[in-house]
């Protein structure tokens, strides 16, 4: 019973104890020989100074191994993705396995340089950055802890929160957090939903960067386990039983006098008793690790008010946190007149300290469980609604281990930058794993940017390719990087500011029996730029017979006077000239000009003869297509590792002809490697922009080039902004047969598009949402396919350095005067059919000499008079 309730006064009892205890301590005392006391305090020096050596040691010991490992611990952002949204078991998970840091050797004399921190601040631009600072030795422990939380990306924290200058003249303000209450009273267990880092996220999107504003939050956790873990449920069992004791009213004169077990409490008291037992059960049961803890906030502001409100806000943050316990500010208040805390002149230094190097000496000692933190041992997730945080992107698996890119290492080609705990590096791909390659997002997303890093890299290791811009800009960022490989250089620029003088492609000056490859090209050329369908079966068969006619009349006619693209108007509106053909062509095309070319309507040659004319009409066009004898050839690019750089000009439809007309050379001369061992197919990189230019509606030609082009040796990276402006045979050839598969940001429709090729993972809005410079990549690595996952572009500077300097001016690629080449065309209708006549008189096409019968020209598409010509 209480002894206010039942009447007895404990006063007289406490009186005698008191006097008895004083009695017998004068006893004690006055029985102390001092002669054997000094005697014995000499036997004891010895003893006494090694211990105190011994201690000293200890101590120096400790301080110095606090100060090595203070600098030596580490910083790492933990960047989320979007849709980061971890289980409270994979949370606890992750703080058992932080706990797990406590068992190093020797960890007493560093412990106090040894606590887990959880960093909250902005970046450069405002938004929460979440970071973790642990000892160095621990660093490869906090790695595998991480590796827990599904698309938690790390960072080097110099790269997540940017460069920040504090201007000089800043107020700070200072504030530790303490338990309110004994440490056995729990504060609040969150859920996720919503994240307890919404109110500081809010704090952070609040400041004035430009201004100097800066918040800091910094959460210590010292794990402990074992004898240490022992140690703390003891402690917070004396602290329950104390609580217990103040809850039922009694006091030490109670113990003293024997009192306090014959009391009963009553049903308010049995109850707060009861409400004691259950937070003792919650900290020592299902609670995971327990921690003390070490809690700093520090702002800066030009103003004191302001950085004083910025606290403010912080302080209400933590108020969540609320329950039977909660977080206080540690100091001792003035009665209403101020406050004596962490931000006291003589405490500032040691607070400063300990915020800065990681130092862990609280105000007082605060116990606290896993559960109780669970908010902060993981980074924001998908229940932050705030939108200032600094996250990664979409949802995605890690990279594959791509090797990091070394420019001296010619097989590897770089792809772009993957994040990691020591920042972004640079990675590549193995050119044997790498066949065709999709790039696709929006324009000046870094999508070109990074196809020049991987051409550029290509051709000076060795590779011979063609890189066809239509705007030009890519192949001035190319050629600096070219020093010392002239020789091999072929430009064809025909964008505007492009030179007269161009290198001669005469599509028709026959080498090596390709006439059929010829032909081929040009018709699948036309027919694709001027998008002829199933239904413009006359035009294409036009075309057909008029490529084959010329090319059969090159096969007999001195190179010199080899017909161009130009004869083709001629061909098909002179019919003197036309006789003068006749005879030099195979039967089959003979009857097609004699018996049914008449019964066509003068409008339908008007579609190719109008092209050839626009081509005609361009200097620049003229000069490239109009030499009889060419100085560039694709078969011999291909087999000489030539770098040709072609703008064909991102004009219309005569710009885009162009362009197919070289795609189409290409591909055609890789077919006709056919007959080579597949040994010596020399691999040639074909990088083709706005690939949808050259993807007509025509019968799917280039699909089915793709589709076969692999084994004759080429190898293919396309790009174009957006997947649905390709041919669904294209596409799916692309998708069918790449190595790998990049996208920057592209609209819903077409991510929805992409994203079916990866099963639907990640979500299309993750690739409407990327930033620039950021793609989500597939890439053939060791030969399979890995799954998606985030990469970041790259410039030819960060991959191979700054172009080297010319030691003197860079020669020309061959090319050919615009007047000389005008001057040619004018008499070369005239001296082909004069040369014609002769042959044909003379008799020259017989016995060994009869080339008509060997070039054929394709395969005749029969006539439709009933069908357009499109």
Not at 116 to 138: H, N, Q, S, T
Not at 228 to 241: G, I, N, P, S, T
Not at 633 to 653: D, F, K, N, W, Y
Not at 719 to 724: G, H, L, W
């Amino acid at each position: 019973m209480n002894s206010k309730r039942d009447g007895s006064d404990p006063r007289p009892m406490i009186a005698i104890a008191v006097g008895a205890g004083a009695i017998a301590a004068w006893r004690v005392l006055s029985s102390i020989d001092l002669d054997r006391l000094l005697a014995l305090a000499e036997s004891l020096a010895p003893l006494l100074l090694g211990a105190a050596a011994i201690a000293s040691a200890l101590a120096r010991q400790r301080l110095r191994s606090t100060r090595r490992t203070l600098a030596g611990r580490r910083a790492v952002a933990v960047v989320p993705a979007d849709e980061f949204d971890p289980k409270p078991e994979a949370v606890l998970h992750f703080a058992s396995q932080l706990a797990r840091g406590d068992r190093s050797i020797g960890g007493w004399f560093d412990r106090r340089a040894s606590a887990v921190r959880v960093r909250l601040e902005p970046d450069a631009e405002g938004r929460l950055v979440y970071l973790v600072e642990v000892p160095e030795r621990m660093g490869e422990l906090l790695r595998t802890a991480l590796r827990g939380y599904p698309g938690a990306e790390l960072r080097s924290p110099t790269e997540a929160l940017g460069e920040r200058e504090v201007p000089p003249g800043t107020e700070v303000v200072r504030a530790e957090l303490v338990l309110a209450r004994p440490s056995v009273e729990p504060l609040a267990r969150l859920g996720f939903e919503p994240d307890p880092l919404s109110l500081f996220a809010a704090t952070m999107s609040a400041l004035k960067l430009e201004r100097g504003e800066e918040a800091r939050v910094c959460f210590d956790l010292l794990p402990a386990i074992g004898l240490r873990r022992a140690r703390l449920r003891h402690r917070l069992r004396r602290e329950a039983r104390r609580l217990q004791r103040r809850q039922i009213g009694g006091g030490w004169w109670d113990r003293l006098g024997g009192e306090e077990r014959r009391r009963a409490a009553g049903p308010e008291e049995s109850f707060g008793l009861r409400q004691i037992s259950k937070a003792l059960e919650g900290k020592l049961r299902d609670a995971g690790p327990l921690f003390e803890a070490q809690v700093l906030l520090r702002c800066r502001a030009a103003e004191r008010g302001r950085a004083k409100t910025t606290m403010q806000s912080l302080l209400g943050a933590f108020e969540v946190l609320t329950d039977q316990n909660w977080l206080r500010g540690a100091g001792s208040p003035l009665g209403g007149e101020g406050f004596l805390g962490s931000d006291a002149p003589w405490r500032r230094a040691r607070f400063d300290r300990r915020i800065e190097s990681g130092l862990f000496r609280p105000a007082r000692r605060n116990v606290l469980t896993a559960r109780e933190v669970a908010g902060f041992l993981k980074p924001p997730t998908v229940h932050c609604p705030v939108e200032n945080v600094l996250r990664s992107g979409a949802l995605l698996a890690p990279a594959p281990p791509l090797p990091e890119f070394d420019p001296e290492q010619k097989d590897l080609i770089p792809l772009g930058r993957v994040a990691g705990e020591q920042g972004e590096r640079i990675v590549g791909v193995r050119a044997t794993d790498t066949f065709f390659t999709y790039i696709a997002g929006r324009s000046r997303y870094g999508k070109t940017e990074t196809a020049i890093t991987m051409f550029t890299h290509l051709m000076r290791s060795g590779q011979g390719g063609l890189f066809l811009d239509p705007h030009g800009d890519a192949l001035s960022r190319i050629e600096p990087y070219l020093v010392g490989l002239e020789e091999r250089v072929v430009r064809i620029d025909l964008g505007p500011g492009g030179p007269a003088a161009q290198p001669g492609w005469n599509l028709f000056e026959l080498g090596g029996g390709d006439g059929e490859a010829r032909v081929e090209a040009v018709v699948d050329a036309f027919a694709s730029a001027m998008e002829w369908g199933e239904r413009s079966t006359r035009a294409i068969n036009l075309t057909t017979q008029a490529a084959g006619a010329l090319a059969a009349i090159a096969a007999v006619l001195p190179k010199a006077m080899a017909p161009t693209l130009f004869q083709l108007p001629t061909l098909l509106s002179d019919a003197e000239w036309r006789r003068a053909v006749l005879p030099l062509l195979p039967r089959a095309s003979q009857g097609f000009w004699l018996d049914r070319f008449p019964l066509l309507s003068a409008e339908a040659i008007t579609p190719l003869t109008n092209m050839v004319d626009r081509l005609r009409a361009s200097r620049q066009i003229s000069t490239l297509l109009g030499q009889s004898e060419s100085s560039f050839r694709v078969r011999e690019a291909m087999e000489h590792r030539q770098i040709v750089l072609a703008c064909p000009g991102s004009g219309g439809t005569r710009d885009r002809l162009l362009a197919n007309l070289l795609l189409f050379d290409v591909l055609h001369a890789a077919r006709s490697r056919g007959a080579l061992a597949p040994e010596r197919r020399t691999p040639f990189w074909v990088f083709l922009d706005e690939v949808q230019s050259y993807d007509g509606a025509a019968s799917g030609n280039l699909a089915a080039l793709l589709e076969q082009a692999a084994k004759f040796g080429i190898r293919a990276v396309l790009m174009n902004q957006n997947p649905e402006r390709l041919q669904a045979a294209t596409l799916n050839a692309l998708t069918t047969n790449r190595s790998h598969l990049l996208s920057s940001a592209l609209n819903s429709h077409a991510a929805a598009l992409l994203t079916k090729e990866w099963g639907g993972q990640p979500s299309p809005a993750a690739l409407t949402r990327l930033p620039r410079y950021r793609f989500i990549a597939q890439v053939t690595h060791e030969g399979e396919l890995s799954r998606p996952f985030a990469l970041g572009g790259v410039r030819v500077e960060d991959a191979l350095g700054e172009p080297p300097v010319a030691e003197g001016p860079v020669a020309p690629s061959p090319a050919a005067s615009s007047t000389e080449v005008l001057a040619h065309q004018e008499t070369l209708d005239e001296r082909i059919a004069e040369e014609l006549r002769s042959i044909a008189k003379a008799g020259e096409v017989s016995g060994s000499k009869e080339p008509a019968e060997h070039v054929q020209p394709a395969e005749t598409v029969w006539l439709d008079e009933e069908n357009s010509d499109g």
